[in-house]
Nanobody, 126 residues
C-alpha cells in the first residue's frame, strides 16, 4: 500500500513558476514509477509527465514539454513537478500517481496507476 499526498499548488500569474511535491508513505516508493496527471474543470483527466523508478527515464505530454520537469528523490520518497512558463491553460487540479509498471509505453494511461493522491489546485491567471 502506498499513500500519496501532493502539495505546492496555488495561484500564480502567467509566465510564473510553481513546484509541486508528492510525498509517499511506505518503504516501497522506489519500486514504483511515478506520474503526474491533471484535470481542468469540465475536462477529462490527462497525463502530464512520468518518471521511472530510478529516474533514468522521463516522459512528458506535448503540451508541457520544455516547460515542466519531473524529478524524484527516492531517499525522501518524493516526486516533484517543476512548472515554468505557466499558462492559463495549465489551470487544473494536479494529481500524482504510482504504478508498478516501469515501461514508458504505459505511463500515459491512468488505468495503469494503482495509487493516487488527493490532488492540489493550480490556478494560472492571465
Amino acid at each position: 500500500q502506498v499513500q500519496l499526498g501532493e502539495s505546492g499548488g496555488g495561484l500564480v500569474q502567467a509566465g510564473g513558476s510553481l513546484r509541486l511535491s508528492c510525498a509517499a508513505s511506505g518503504r516501497t516508493f522506489s519500486t514504483y514509477a511515478m506520474g503526474w496527471f491533471r484535470q481542468a474543470p469540465g475536462k477529462e483527466r490527462e497525463f502530464v509527465a512520468a518518471i521511472s523508478r530510478r529516474a533514468l527515464s522521463t516522459v512528458y505530454a506535448d503540451s508541457v514539454k520544455g516547460r515542466f520537469t519531473i524529478s524524484r528523490d527516492n531517499v525522501k520518497n518524493t516526486v516533484y513537478l517543476q512548472m515554468d512558463s505557466l499558462k492559463p491553460e495549465d489551470t487544473a487540479v494536479y494529481y500524482c500517481a504510482a504504478t508498478p509498471q516501469n515501461y514508458q509505453a504505459v505511463w500515459g494511461s491512468e488505468k495503469r496507476y494503482d495509487y493516487w493522491g488527493q490532488g492540489t489546485q493550480v490556478t494560472v491567471s492571465s
